[in-house]
Structure formats: structure tokens, C-alpha cells
């Protein structure tokens, strides 16, 4: 022990240090303070997860995206209408804190796009997904009263078509009450087989799960499986938001003249658009490794798919086949549906791609009737061939 040591008896085995530090918000400690009573920065919220609504072009996305870049460079694009977006080293510049840059990203979005969004807030990206998605099933309930409650058609649709700010406060109290009574299905990256699986031991909510012996649940659900859940049971996501640029995509969308109940006719609408999509693929000497689908409903709600393809492509039967399968897994029995969409994403050089030898004659036989086709659109016009099924645009 020094000499320093011993002219201070009372000294605490943690010395304290004089602290000038810039806090959360704007504001400053100065002082002398433990590092274990500062609070930390990753529990403040930081994490904006923006959807924008209606479903915007690719051109009026990118500009989206580029309005979000204003606030924080850490931008991670989830096209085709959400973001996520670290704000933590905006929040002393601007002067405000996450809810707040949200309302600025709102507004913003409005006045130049004309599109607004609903953002989730908080300390990560799982409870920022949720808080959104929470917040825009509010938005839908309230929309569904005001039908109810006669105040008309386009009164309706103006709350339905509205957005909204939800924060999910960053002490543990208040992220233990917000998901304490959310299911299994709720946590983003839990699927219907997994949420049943769990409901079946009686685990039907977050607050059930995050009380579950980890042991318990890695013997329900396998090792690697059980602490992502356990871990999402407790508000707890350490992926970080990652900058990116959106994958080179392209799209296309068939608005049905009428709320679209038959089946058939949806089937047609998705042959008409991978037959295009295949078309200007092609066209452009590229192919996409993966399909999305979007469906818009009569009472203005969306829900997306997308399936990564065997193989890039853009062989018109090969895109088509995955956009029959996301479109049958929705299971669309009743639904009044108002337009559907579908955009193919992460293009690259065709010349860069491999193909699996085939050999299928039929495949073979379809890949030069395609070949033929396409000739056929070069000299004569792109509606020079088309799909029996083909549905005018409406």
C-alpha cells in the first residue's frame, strides 16, 4: 500500500472522479460521480423504427431514405416502406430527444412526399418494431370505431391513413409492463409454428417466457432457438442498426378496379406482373435472388412477404411459381383486397450469375419459348406476347 494510500483511510475502493460529460437530451453532470450512477446511453431511447404508409414508389422511397439521413447517418433501409435509424448522436445536436426527432421525421415526410409514417421508439431495434406495429393496430382500431360510429367514408379513412409516434421508455419497469402481456407471435423473429409449440407449455405471453427457466425452454425449442426467445422475452436485441444501401430492386403494382374477392383474378394480377418484372429483367441483362409480395386490403392495411428465390433469375415461370406460393400462404380466403405488388430484389449482373443445368426438357422448352417471346416483344412492342391470363392494368 502507497504512501497516498494511507493519508486516506476513508478512501472508497471505487474512487470518485470529477465527471464533465455530456448527458442524453442536451444536458451536462458535473461533478464528482460514480461510473456505476451514470446512466447508461443504450438504455435511453435511440432507435427510431419508421413505416411509411401508404407504400411508397422506389423513387419516393429513396428520397425517404435520404430524409432520415438528414437526422443520423446510421440509416438501415428495410424497403419497400420501412427504416430503422440509430438517432443516439442526433439527439444533443438537435436538441431534442427520439420522440421528438420522430415528429420531425413525420412532419418532413409530409410536407415533401405527401406520405406519412407511424415510428416506434426505443433502446433497440425488436422494441421499436413493436412499439410501431402496436401503434398502428391502435391506428386501425380507432379507424374501424370511427366506421362505426358514422362519421363516414373518407372521415375513416383519413384516421386510418394517419401515423403516429409510440415510445417504449427505456428503465426495465417499463419495458417488463410493455411486453408483459404481448404473445409469443408478437416478438419479431417468433413464427405461428413457434408461438404454438410455446402456447402448447402454457408460455402465451412475454412475461410467461421471460420467467421460464432458460433450461426449460431450450428443452422446448432447442438451444440457440430458446435464448433468442428468452432474450426477446426481455426486451433484449443486441443487433445494432447497420447502415446500408437498399438492395437495386425493381417493382410493379395491379390496382383492381373493384375490392377483389376471387382468388383467380389475384393469380392473374401476379401473372401480369412477373411476366413484366421477367420481361425488364431481362431486358436489362439482370436477375434478382429473392421476391416480395405486398397485399393491400379494402380498409387501407398491408401485409408483405418476400421468399428468397433456388436460384437468381428472371425466368418469368420461376418468378411467378414464388409469387403463386407467398400468395397461397397468406391463406386469402375472404379478404377484400384492393391492389397487389410485387418487387424483386437484390439484382445483379446476369452475366455474373449461375444457373443449375437442368435435365427437365419442359424447363428447358419454356426457357426458349421465352427467349422466342422476347425477340418477338424487341421488334413488335412489349404487348406483342403475353400470358393467357394476362389482366389489363386497371
Known amino acids: 500500500m502507497t504512501s497516498d494510500q494511507h493519508s486516506f ?5 471505487f474512487p470518485t472522479r470529477r465527471m464533465d460529460m455530456a448527458l442524453p437530451g442536451g444536458g451536462r453532470a458535473v461533478g464528482p460521480e460514480r461510473a456505476a450512477d451514470v446512466p447508461h446511453v443504450a ?7 419508421v413505416r411509411f404508409h401508404p407504400v411508397p414508389g422506389e423513387d419516393v422511397y429513396q428520397g425517404l ?3 432520415l439521413g438528414e437526422v443520423t447517418p446510421v440509416v438501415e433501409a428495410l424497403p419497400p416502406d420501412a427504416a430503422l435509424a440509430d438517432v443516439r448522436g442526433a439527439l444533443r445536436y438537435f436538441g431534442r430527444d427520439a420522440a421528438g426527432l420522430a415528429e420531425i421525421v413525420r412532419v418532413r415526410a409530409l410536407a415533401r412526399y405527401g406520405v406519412d409514417c407511424t ?19 391502435d391506428q386501425g382500431a380507432q379507424g374501424a370505431q370511427g366506421v362505426q360510429g358514422a362519421q363516414g367514408a373518407q372521415g375513416a379513412q383519413g384516421a386510418q391513413e394517419s401515423g403516429a409516434v409510440r415510445t417504449v421508455p427505456g428503465d426495465p419497469d417499463a419495458v417488463a409492463a410493455f411486453l408483459a ?3 409469443p407471435i408478437a416478438l419479431p423473429g417468433v413464427g405461428p409454428a413457434t408461438a404454438r409449440t410455446l402456447s402448447a407449455y402454457g408460455l402465451d405471453s412475454a412475461a410467461r417466457i421471460a420467467a421460464a427457466p432458460l433450461s426449460t425452454l431450450q428443452r422446448i425449442l432447442g438451444a440457440a432457438t430458446a435464448r433468442r426467445v428468452h432474450a426477446w422475452a426481455r426486451g433484449i436485441d443486441p443487433a445494432p442498426v447497420t447502415p446500408n444501401a437498399p438492395a437495386r430492386a425493381m417493382g ?8 377483389e374477392l376471387d382468388p383467380v383474378r389475384r393469380r392473374r394480377a401476379l401473372l ?6 421477367g420481361v425488364r429483367l431481362r431486358t436489362s441483362g439482370q436477375v434478382a435472388a429473392a421476391i416480395s409480395l405486398t397485399v393491400r386490403y379494402a380498409d387501407r392495411s398491408t401485409t408483405t412477404r418476400t421468399r428468397t428465390l433456388t436460384e437468381p433469375t428472371a425466368h418469368t415461370p420461376a418468378l411467378t411459381a414464388a409469387a403463386y406460393a407467398l400468395h397461397d400462404a397468406l391463406g386469402l380466403q375472404r379478404a377484400r383486397v384492393r ?15 449461375s444457373h443449375q443445368l437442368t435435365f427437365d426438357p419442359a424447363d428447358e422448352k419454356s426457357r426458349r419459348l421465352e427467349a422466342a417471346a422476347d425477340r418477338a416483344r424487341a421488334r413488335f412492342g412489349v404487348s406483342a406476347v403475353r400470358p393467357a391470363g394476362f389482366l389489363d392494368v386497371a
Do not use: I
Open 9 to 13: 483511510p476513508d478512501q472508497h475502493p
Open 43 to 49: 438504455d435511453v431511447p435511440h432507435v427510431l423504427y
Open 65 to 67: 431514405l435520404t430524409l
Open 119 to 137: 415510428v416506434g421508439v426505443a433502446a433497440n431495434p425488436l422494441l421499436a418494431r413493436m412499439a410501431a406495429h402496436e401503434a398502428q393496430e
Open 181 to 183: 402481456r404481448k404473445p
Open 252 to 259: 410493379a403494382e395491379h390496382r383492381f378496379r373493384r375490392d
Open 272 to 277: 401480369t406482373l412477373a411476366d413484366g418484372l
Open 339 to 353: 391492389s397487389v405488388a410485387l418487387r424483386v430484389e437484390g439484382l445483379t449482373d446476369a452475366g455474373l450469375a
